[in-house]
């Protein structure tokens, strides 16, 4: 982990998903980044995690999309502190060990083809490198996306796609934690740690941070709310995404406890060397 937790913590202020704040945590901890490395999220979307590595480390960062759109809105969150690449994890646009430390955050269950993908993070990884890995868990909470488990217990195919979309949105599969370990080290790397994160939640969290809350940030109408904004986060008692905040970080705050151990969760983290 960080020795900054003051930046961190900083940076953290209006993060509304205790899922991404957890895959945060665990991926800065299990890659134990170096000012000497030279650190790859393939598939870095927005950028988010390139902006958080970039002002915790002074390490080299590089980012890949397969999302043009999303790649230009990335260059504008992280600014010059990360070198950004079209690129496609089935074809990563670099020669064979070339990173110190991969993250690899919420991409598997997009792909096709998940060991390939992984084959191909490991040729560009260096010997002894290390891979964090997030993905959804099929296990997850009911009250996380109470429709699709509903459907899944109905014999139904999962919602994919708006406002009841949950945790299956724009996703292939799911993983369990036995599931991904078998992949992961079929695809040749080593299996450190694993870790599930998230077990008590809100009702309906994912489609009322995703399926309402992202849109409307992304809109402008809840600038407030946007984790790249953390520099402006309100604290007023009057703001009521304050309120929102405080509502979901008392719930969270359940899984800290012995008693969320071993039940269904909505991450999981692995930690994988090559």
């Given at each position: 982990?960080?020795?900054?937790?003051?930046?961190?913590?900083?940076?953290?202020?209006?993060?509304?998903?205790?899922?991404?704040?957890?895959?945060?945590?665990?991926?800065?901890?299990?890659?134990?980044?170096?000012?000497?490395?030279?650190?790859?999220?393939?598939?870095?979307?927005?950028?988010?995690?390139?902006?958080?590595?970039?002002?915790?480390?002074?390490?080299?960062?590089?980012?890949?999309?397969?999302?043009?759109?999303?790649?230009?809105?990335?260059?504008?969150?992280?600014?010059?502190?990360?070198?950004?690449?079209?690129?496609?994890?089935?074809?990563?646009?670099?020669?064979?060990?070339?990173?110190?430390?991969?993250?690899?955050?919420?991409?598997?269950?997009h792909l096709k083809d998940d060991r390939g993908g992984l084959l191909e993070v490991r040729r560009v990884l260096k010997p002894g490198g290390v891979v964090a890995i997030t993905v959804p868990n099929r296990d997850y909470p009911f009250l996380w996306d109470p429709v699709n488990r509903c459907r899944e217990r109905m014999g139904l195919?999962?919602?994919?796609?708006?406002?009841?979309?949950?945790?299956?949105?724009?996703?292939?599969?799911?993983?369990?934690?036995?599931?991904?370990?078998?992949?992961?080290?079929?695809?040749?790397?080593?299996?450190?740690?694993?870790?599930?994160?998230?077990?008590?939640?809100?009702?309906?969290?994912?489609?009322?941070?995703?399926?309402?809350?992202?849109?409307?940030?992304?809109?402008?109408?809840?600038?407030?709310?946007?984790?790249?904004?953390?520099?402006?986060?309100?604290?007023?008692?009057?703001?009521?995404?304050?309120?929102?905040?405080?509502?979901?970080?008392?719930?969270?705050?359940?899984?800290?406890?012995?008693?969320?151990?071993?039940?269904?969760?909505?991450?999981?983290?692995?930690?994988?060397?090559?």
């Amino acid at each position: 982990m960080p020795d900054d937790h003051d930046t961190l913590s900083r940076m953290l202020a209006n993060e509304a998903d205790p899922g991404n704040r957890c895959r945060l945590l665990a991926v800065l901890e299990y890659l134990d980044i170096q000012p000497a490395d030279v650190v790859l999220d393939c598939g870095c979307g927005l950028g988010w995690f390139l902006k958080v590595i970039g002002e915790l480390y002074p390490a080299r960062l590089v980012g890949i999309d397969a999302d043009l759109s999303r790649l230009e809105r990335a260059a504008a969150n992280v600014g010059r502190r990360a070198g950004l690449a079209i690129g496609s994890i089935a074809s990563v646009p670099f020669p064979s060990q070339t990173f110190d430390k991969i993250v690899l955050s919420e991409v598997l269950e997009h792909l096709k083809d998940d060991r390939g993908g992984l084959l191909e993070v490991r040729r560009v990884l260096k010997p002894g490198g290390v891979v964090a890995i997030t993905v959804p868990n099929r296990d997850y909470p009911f009250l996380w996306d109470p429709v699709n488990r509903c459907r899944e217990r109905m014999g139904l195919p999962p919602v994919r796609r708006g406002l009841f979309g949950g945790i299956w949105t724009d996703h292939l599969r799911l993983y369990r934690p036995d599931e991904l370990v078998e992949l992961v080290r079929g695809a040749g790397f080593d299996v450190e740690d694993t870790r599930t994160y998230v077990h008590y939640c809100l009702p309906f969290a994912h489609n009322l941070i995703y399926g309402v809350g992202k849109p409307l940030v992304e809109s402008g109408v809840l600038a407030g709310a946007d984790r790249f904004a953390y520099a402006s986060a309100s604290r007023s008692a009057l703001n009521p995404i304050v309120w929102a905040r405080g509502l979901i970080n008392a719930i969270d705050s359940l899984n800290d406890s012995p008693e969320s151990s071993g039940r269904s969760t909505v991450v999981i983290a692995l930690k994988a060397r090559k």
